[in-house]
């Protein structure tokens, strides 16, 4: 027997009959059903399972979920069997153009924001890195000997002395952009290794703030 109740001026229907799910063909019964509307699945579980995509992993051939936890790759059922896939083989024309269009109106970013570069420095730090040790280092030089002997050579009382005049000399100021109060360096004007006998003497010396001293060396070596 057919029941109803009012909802906004009108009488819902109720019906109480049998129905088949369209995804698992299990006949379930149903009494408290809209007259105009025929339920598809005997449960959330089927209605969930009936929207559910089954493809074909191009790499393992395995069949997995379109949409099972947010699965959303159309050809691969895991960034393994991607990677796999893709290494060694070249990119398609289409593909090439799928990337270019993907790009259009977005910054291209080559270098790492402060925040970044800190949390880089921070992962390193106390950590050997052997991919800047022997000529890799940036200060390698005449199998490591030559840069070592220097570092060894300014902590000598001579080249503090000559450091120390060069200073009083400059009246503490670049010789450059003749500032004061900014950090400095005594610079040799005729080259440390080429001229030894002028290593302590202080007509050869200039000082030079940081930054200066840093490009004139960039400048010499272009």
Sequence with gaps: ??????????????????????????????DKTYKEYTPKYCSREC??????KWLVCMNCGQKYQSNANGHKNKYFCSMKCATEYKTGKPLTAEHKAALSRAKIGKPILHLHTPQVIAKISKALTGKPQYWMRGEKHPNYKDGGVGYSKRIKDMGR??????????????????????????RLNAHHIEHW??????????KNGLTLCVDCH????KSKER
């Design 1 to 30: 027997m057919a029941k109803g109740f009012k909802t906004g001026g009108r009488v819902a229907v109720y019906r109480a009959v049998d129905f088949i799910c369209a995804y698992c063909g299990k006949t379930f019964h149903s």
């Design 47 to 52: 209605a969930g399972l009936a929207k559910i």
């Design 157 to 182: 009382v001579e080249y503090k002395e000559w450091r120390r005049l060069v200073f009083e000399r400059d009246d503490f100021t670049c010789q450059i952009c003749h500032q004061k109060g900014k």
């Design 193 to 202: 290794s080429k001229n030894e006998e002028l290593r302590y003497e202080v």
């Design 214 to 217: 840093r490009n004139i060396h």
